[in-house]
């Protein structure tokens, strides 16, 4: 969903507007770095091992979610 945002009278854009939104964007360069030291962080989270307490606890809420149906679809 995308929306817009309309320059009413009483809001008038000016150069001075236009040139500081143009100076705000991130430098390509920099986006490429960014992007690679994310994929590198998000690669090494999901080699991880998932922690036996957090395995517990999931296996105790499918238990309660499966005792605690009733017929509703």
Same mark, same amino acid.
């Given at each position: 969903?995308?929306?817009s945002?309309?320059?009413?009278?009483?809001?008038?854009?000016?150069?001075e507007?236009?040139?500081s939104?143009?100076t705000a964007?991130? +430098?390509?360069?920099i /986006?490429?770095a960014?992007?690679? *030291?994310l994929? &590198?962080?998000?690669?090494?989270?999901v #080699?991880?091992?998932?922690? +036996?307490k957090?395995l /517990?606890?999931l296996?105790?809420? *499918?238990?309660? &979610?499966g005792?605690g149906?009733?017929? #509703?679809?």
């Amino acid at each position: 969903m995308t929306t817009s945002k309309s320059v009413g009278p009483a809001q008038s854009a000016t150069a001075e507007d236009h040139e500081s939104t143009e100076t705000a964007g991130v +430098d390509a360069a920099i /986006q490429g770095a960014l992007g690679r *030291k994310l994929r &590198e962080s998000y690669d090494q989270v999901v #080699k991880e091992t998932v922690p +036996d307490k957090f395995l /517990q606890l999931l296996d105790q809420l *499918k238990q309660s &979610e499966g005792s605690g149906k009733t017929g #509703k679809s």
